[in-house]
Nanobody
Framework: VQLQASGGGLVQAGGSLRLVCAVSRRTLRTDVSGWFRQAPGKEREFVASIRWSTGSTYYRNSVKDRFTISRDNAKNTVYLQMNSLKPEDTAVYFC???????????????WGQGTQVTVSS
């Protein structure tokens, strides 16, 4: 399984970005696709995830009212629409796949290469 993340960039606070994660194939072990982020000197943290089979979504509290995760089953693609971005959202964003929903990165088996999101104040 290969994942390709894209869509990052530089944006001013209050702006928006849409991240895209293309998944090469889906299996029983990849029913969940999620986004994590990692800022310099910090651990990788959960942002949002979605279950392919049910469409159920999960969010970290600090992004719940600003970010929206969605999927396109036909394209095997997951999106993360990020609105009202804040400087503290600055990080490298990674997409990954897991068999079960979890906020723990260790539960995710496959990862994309990461895309940089920088929010200026």
């Amino acid at each position: 399984v290969q994942l390709q993340a894209s869509g990052g960039g530089l944006v001013q606070a209050g702006g928006s970005l849409r991240l895209v994660c293309a998944v090469s194939r889906r299996t029983l072990r990849t029913d969940v696709s999620g986004w994590f982020r990692q800022a310099p000197g910090k651990e990788r943290e959960f942002v949002a995830s979605i279950r392919w089979s049910t469409g159920s979504t999960y969010y970290r509290n600090s992004v719940k009212d600003r970010f929206t995760i969605s999927r396109d089953n036909a394209k095997n693609t997951v999106y993360l629409q990020m609105n009202s971005l804040k400087p503290e959202d600055t990080a490298v964003y990674f997409c990954g796949t897991s068999k079960y929903p979890s906020p723990m990165p260790d539960w995710f088996d496959y990862w994309g290469q990461g895309t940089q999101v920088t929010v200026s104040s």
